[in-house]
């Protein structure tokens, strides 16, 4: 499976970006994560393809929101009221074949494809 992202940019605090991820084929979830300049790669959000069950990060809940086109075999991120700390780059994940429970999901081994990352600026 083949990842793209796309989508990120400048933008100032408060405002919004939205990321787009197209897989080239059936995933049972994807995810992005975020590396900031220093820091280790950090989990942002998932969602699983079939039954579309979600887990956020605390530091994200209520201002990002993923979603999925089932018929595109694409996934979106949009971020909203972005803060400077939002400034990463950020990577598309897609795991393939059994199901995990939820609270695995974070773990960047448990997805076997990225894509190339796009980098998001806030700036305050």
């Known amino acids: 499976v083949q990842l793209q992202a796309f989508g990120g940019g400048l933008v100032q605090a408060g405002g919004s970006l939205r990321l787009s991820c197209a897989a080239s084929?059936?995933?049972?979830?994807m995810g992005w994560f975020r590396q900031a300049p220093g820091k280790e790669r950090e989990f942002v959000t998932v969602?699983?393809?079939?039954?579309?069950?979600?887990l956020y990060s605390g530091s994200v809940k209520g201002r990002f929101t993923i979603s999925r086109d089932n018929a595109k075999n694409t996934v979106y991120l949009q971020m909203n009221s972005l803060k400077p700390e939002d400034t990463a780059v950020y990577y598309c994940?897609?795991?393939?074949?059994?199901?995990?429970?939820?609270?695995?999901?974070?773990?960047?081994?448990?997805?076997?494809?990225w894509g190339q990352g796009t980098l998001v600026t806030v700036s305050s």
């Open positions: 084929g059936r995933t049972y979830a």
């Open positions: 969602i699983t393809w079939n039954s579309g069950n979600i």
């Open positions: 994940a897609a795991r393939i074949g059994t199901a995990q429970p939820m609270d695995y999901m974070p773990s960047p081994g448990m997805y076997g494809y």
